[in-house]
């Protein structure tokens, strides 16, 4: 009985990093490709796999204004650091190196810095809100949370520092359970990280809009993983991002 207790424990270890791997890829294998020679150089997607995956919120956004943009999203990013995408820093990075004349950038981040511990480490910030928890998330994960608060801030100050005269930030919504975790549980950390990330959108020097999708999208905006935008999914984000983007176009 040992033995297959270890050999089950094993197997969820080796699932969880499947799906981590299936959900995320691995550097640009999930991510639709960057672009970096736009009609409108300057304004700028950064960002993970919100945007990345199948990159229908930036194509929405295409065909709304009649023009393109910079894209650097890529699935599996996390705000910085990170060991399976370019963080959206390292993003932020390459598209100054490319163009550094960035008035516009829409964007997210953080998102993974919350999600990848929880699929691939059994989430060490307890930042999954249990049952018998009554709906407080712990005082560790809203440290952790308070970190990427810092983080953003920071990344934001850098951009006004740069010439980057807008930003809209988009928040995350709410996941849907999926077949290999419990997502749901994710709720409170969702509200609390975007109430931080919402904070430093106003805390940050650069002209910051907050976007909040909480509302808007439902489980049946989400594809099976739990996690990603469908097809509705991505045009109602675009639908929420167009009415701050297109005046600044």
Sequence with gaps: MKGFKKEFKLGRIVIALGVVFMLVGCGFVASVPWIRNASMNNVVNL??????????IQ????????????RYAVSGAELIGGVLAPSVYS????ARGDNPNIDVIFMDGGGNDILLPVLTLFDPYDC????????????????????????????L???????????IFQGYYYTKNAWYNNL?????AIDYGDGKLKLACQNSAVNC?????????????IISDGIHPATSGSQKLANL????LSPLL
């Design 47 to 56: 960002g993970d796999s919100i945007f990345a995956l199948s990159g229908e």
């Design 157 to 167: 100050n850098d951009m006004y520092a740069d010439g980057v005269d807008h930003v």
């Design 59 to 70: 194509d929405f956004l295409h065909s709304y204004s009649g023009q393109t943009f910079r």
């Design 128 to 155: 999954k809100t249990q049952w018998y928890e009554w709906g407080q998330l712990s005082s560790t994960c809203k440290n952790f949370i308070d970190d990427i608060y810092v983080d953003c801030v920071n990344l």
């Design 184 to 188: 749901d549980d994710l709720e409170e």
């Design 209 to 221: 809009q907050f976007i909040d999708p909480r509302s808007t999208i439902k489980d049946s905006d």
């Design 91 to 94: 993003q932020y990075d390459i």
């Design 241 to 244: 991002m167009w009415p701050k």
